[in-house]
């Protein structure tokens, strides 16, 4: 899909053109004209970005075909740089990124993204009701649209926060076997947002310090503003990979706490269990006749009654013995 919107050079007039209409809008510098392409195959957009704008193929090529982390190209009479939006489920705990591929010229403003980007369509919704947004050129288009974008990754990061302390909570309390696999696919969304936070943030600091020819001088502050937000989220981010680390780490320490209780239990009734074990494979019990007949004072039931009086209480001193040597030792 090939949305082209425009603000004509006599003022604040917002019109969608037709795709036909695109080459003479081009040739009024003093036109400001937005092309969003998206939900296409590929190939419908080359002519289009190298015949109609003069975009370099390898480009061209980069933003059709390949798939970047955050980066930026100064190709002087354009620059071409890759953003990404992103999106979060709170029911599966899954962060989606959608690569957004910009190229800035003199009154051009080119997005291509295979994905519906939210940011995108709010962005264009603002500026279709208020043309004024507009007024201030190409590079504060960009610097909306980047702003916009990144403005996405806090309700991202706030989910992701309240989750961590859910699950840091559910692993002090009642930790189960699905607690497990929610703290790896909450790490591994973290992760995600960190291999795109940290290229974001240089694309942007470099938007905001080095000197590009369709970039006012002025305008560069503002790409200041969105370095900073970038800063914070990538500091929030890192201190939420730390409390997902964390919740790990005491998940981890629970459960062998609760296997060296399991062992703590098997070895008591082992040991309360091995004299026993002792008494019956020594005697062979053996008491009412058999290949050795024992002599008459300790054959009959008076010795049968002992050993199993002897089999109960033993269990039942070493137990109190153990205890007691357990609360001692503090374990």
Not at 174 to 203: G, M
Not at 295 to 309: D, E, I, Q, T
Request: hydrophobic share 45%.
């Amino acid at each position: 899909m090939i949305r082209i919107l425009c603000r004509s050079s006599q003022g604040a007039t917002m019109t969608e053109l037709a795709p036909e209409q695109l080459v003479d809008a081009l040739k009024v510098k003093r036109n400001l004209i937005w092309v969003d392409l998206s939900g296409e195959a590929t190939e419908k957009y080359q002519p289009l970005l190298i015949d109609t704008f003069g975009f370099h193929p390898l480009a061209v090529e980069d933003a059709l075909i390949e798939t970047h982390l955050p980066k930026i190209d100064d190709w002087d009479e354009y620059i071409y740089l890759v953003l990404y939006g992103v999106d979060f489920d709170p029911a599966k705990l899954e962060v989606d990124s959608h690569e957004i591929d910009v190229f800035l010229g003199p009154n051009y403003l080119v997005t291509h993204h295979t994905e519906p980007v939210a940011a995108i369509e709010r962005l264009r919704s603002i500026c279709q009701r208020d043309a004024r947004r507009l007024q201030r050129g190409t590079d504060y288009l960009l610097f909306e649209l980047a702003d916009t974008i990144v403005a996405d990754f806090m309700p991202c990061l706030d989910g992701l926060d309240e989750t961590a302390n859910d699950l840091e909570d559910e692993v002090f309390n009642n930790p189960t076997k699905e607690t497990l696999p929610r703290i790896f696919t909450l790490k591994r969304a973290a992760i995600h947002l960190r291999r795109i936070l940290s290229p974001q943030r240089e694309v942007m600091n470099r938007l905001a310090r080095d000197e590009y020819r369709v970039i006012d001088a002025k305008e560069r502050i503002y790409f200041r503003g969105v370095y900073d937000h970038l800063v914070r989220l990538h500091d929030i981010n890192e201190g939420l990979r730390d409390l997902i680390g964390g919740a790990l780490d005491i998940y981890l320490s629970a459960v062998s706490n609760r296997l060296n209780e399991v062992m703590r239990i098997l070895t008591l009734v082992t040991v309360m269990f091995l004299p026993l074990t002792f008494l019956t494979g020594f005697f062979g019990m053996n008491f009412f006749g058999g290949t050795y007949e024992l002599p008459a004072p300790l054959a009959g039931p008076l010795l049968f009654f002992s050993a199993v009086a002897t089999m109960i209480i033993m269990p039942l001193v070493l137990y109190f013995m153990l205890k007691q040597y357990m609360r001692r030792r503090k374990l």
